[in-house]
């Protein structure tokens, strides 16, 4: 479904009929009901239907366990509260016209994906996003065990190319890349589709990468993305910071900022 929809954002025809649908498609628990049970029969409807499930599901969950916003009573949310009709449209619209931008879409498996790119020469820069380590059955239709976790970080260690990756805040992702003296980061992840609104807190993520230096934090008025990299607050718990700092990279020096910091408290 998700494969689906950014194909018909990137298709010219597909995405105006689909910012046309949005623009008066019913926010009715009985269509949010219609959307969830219907099995799409090809790429306009698998579009829509994850386009439309994600906007009106707690939390924006595809999965088939999530109920819609508001809940069957739709007391406090109604079901389309998250629904706006005209930036979804124009959004729509305005991402169909980079689409000379996106080279492909593909539901492949991230092994076909990695593989197929990693021969393409100079100029590819990998960002893998995989199933969370907790909950991801509840998030997500495909999930990975601790084989794919474990094959997934086998695959970049020796990755010849310029990569990122994130995760959930989880010790068993930390062990798992802790000894390969990658960079890394903790970043608060703020998830805009939250039925609670734009901001709200939802918990931290890890960035790992095989980049030298990672990007900054973005600036606090960035546009919003679903992802927010903030600055660590001064004084917050060191525990909290380690796993913030450049750890390791072959070409540079390695001192953790805690050894560092350790040592000037030691000297001055
Ligand atoms: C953390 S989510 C990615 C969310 C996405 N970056 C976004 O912003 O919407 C992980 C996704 O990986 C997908 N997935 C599971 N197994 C996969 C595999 N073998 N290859 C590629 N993707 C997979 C899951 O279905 C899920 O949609």
Avoid at 84 to 108: A, C, F, M, Y
Avoid at 161 to 171: E, G, K, M, T, V
Avoid at 197 to 224: D, M, Q, T, W
């Amino acid at each position: 479904m998700v494969a689906s929809l950014w194909k018909c954002v990137f298709s010219k025809d597909d995405s105006e009929w689909l910012a046309d649908v949005v623009r008066s498609i019913p926010l009715t628990l009985d269509y949010w009901l219609y959307q969830k049970h219907l099995y799409p029969t090809d790429l306009r409807q698998s579009a829509l239907k994850c386009l439309y499930l994600n906007r009106t599901s707690f939390s924006g969950i595809l999965h088939e366990s999530a109920g819609p916003i508001g809940g069957k009573a739709q007391k406090n949310w109604a079901v389309g509260c998250r629904f706006n009709r005209e930036k979804l449209s124009s959004r729509i619209l305005e991402l169909s016209r980079l689409s000379d931008r996106v080279i492909s879409v593909s539901e492949h498996s991230w092994v076909e994906v990695c593989n197929e790119w990693s021969n393409k020469g100079k100029g590819v820069f990998f960002y893998l996003d995989p199933p969370f380590y907790h909950k991801a059955e509840r998030l997500y239709r495909f999930v990975f065990n601790d084989d794919d976790h474990s094959k997934l970080r086998n695959h970049l260690a020796v990755l010849e190319r310029p990569w990122i990756l994130s995760y959930d805040n989880a010790s068993e992702i930390r062990d798992l890349y802790g000894s390969y003296g990658l960079n890394a980061r903790i970043i608060d992840n703020t998830y805009s589709a939250h039925p609670l609104g734009g901001n709200s807190f939802i918990g931290r993520e890890l960035i790992y990468s095989n980049l030298p230096v990672l990007p900054p934090p973005a600036r606090k008025k960035a546009k919003h993305v679903g992802l927010s990299v903030r600055k660590l607050e001064k004084g917050n718990p060191i525990l909290e910071n380690l796993i913030r700092i450049r750890i390791h990279h072959p070409q540079i020096p390695f001192q953790p900022d805690y050894e560092r910091r350790a040592a000037i408290g030691k000297n001055g």
